[in-house]
């Protein structure tokens, strides 16, 4: 992990410059944070899962034409992406009412919205990440309109085809959070899809039994976090037979 430069150290990821310039690396950590890191953990293996159903979903994406900052896997850990610059506003989309939308709104979990509600939060960590509307977000330059247009259109693409996904595969696509940024190729800036796209920012339930299998295992204590990690992978055909290599086979203890 040394022999590059590091950029950036996150709760569940690292990234570091990149081979060629224009380039990053992201390191997918087992480190898992939740509550605004009042609550922290490593969940075995959970690296390893991610930086492979990242791959997936955002490869499956850019077979519909989204355009994401992933260029490929490198390794167990690693996935090379474009550099971008980070557009400051995260997008949650949310089918079931769940989470802090519950919360907020009194909403039962579990209740299916009437349609898809697109949510703006400002990436503030010291503030929690707060609800915010077009309004905050141009006034402040945040975004513009036009890259709002955009992101706003991408993720109801994406919410779309990430739902008949899932589905195939038995599990609602409960909500999700996405990042964008600004990619620039001599003057012309495109709004591409950034970050990661796993059980880490994604609400999976099981479809017949409501299971969670995803971060809320964590959150809330359920246990078998990893287990539902794998389980996700194994329904989207990409855990090999063996298992992710870097995770050690139960032992037998006499
Ligand atoms: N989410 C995320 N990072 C955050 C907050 C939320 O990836 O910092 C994801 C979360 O996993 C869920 C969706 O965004 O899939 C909506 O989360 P919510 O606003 O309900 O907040 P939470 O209840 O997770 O605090």
């Known amino acids: 992990m040394s022999r590059r430069r590091q950029i950036y150290e996150g709760k569940a990821k690292v990234l570091f410059e990149g081979p060629e310039p224009g380039t990053i690396v992201q390191y997918f950590k087992d480190d898992a944070s939740a509550f605004n890191d009042r609550k922290k953990g490593t969940i075995v293996g959970k690296g390893v899962l991610n930086n492979r159903i990242s791959e997936f979903l955002m490869t499956k994406l850019g077979e519909i034409g989204i355009a994401t900052h992933f ?60 609800l915010v509307s077009e309004e905050h977000i141009t006034a402040f330059g945040w975004a513009s309109t036009q890259d709002l247009d955009d992101m706003m259109q991408m993720a109801l693409r994406i919410n779309d085809f990430l739902s ?42 099981d479809l017949r039994t409501n299971e969670k299998m995803d971060k809320d295992r964590f959150r809330q204590d359920l246990g078998g976090v990893a287990e539902a990690y794998q389980e996700v992978a194994r329904r989207l055909g990409i855990l090999p037979e063996s298992g992710p290599a870097d995770i050690p086979d139960p032992r037998l203890v006499r």
């Open 164 to 205: 008949g996904l899932f589905l195939g595969v038995q599990i609602k696509l409960v909500d999700f959070k996405l990042e964008f940024g600004r990619l620039w190729s001599n003057d012309e800036m495109r709004v591409v899809l950034a970050d990661e796209l796993s059980p880490d920012n994604c609400r999976l339930w």
């Open 71 to 130: 260029v490929r896997r490198l390794n167990m850990r690693e996935q090379l992406v474009r550099a971008v610059e980070i557009i400051p506003i995260a997008i949650v989309v949310r089918n079931v009412a769940a989470g802090s939308f519950s919360q907020r709104l009194g909403i039962a979990e579990g209740t299916v919205l009437p349609r898809s509600i697109v949510e703006y939060h400002y990436k503030n960590k010291e503030l929690g990440d707060p």
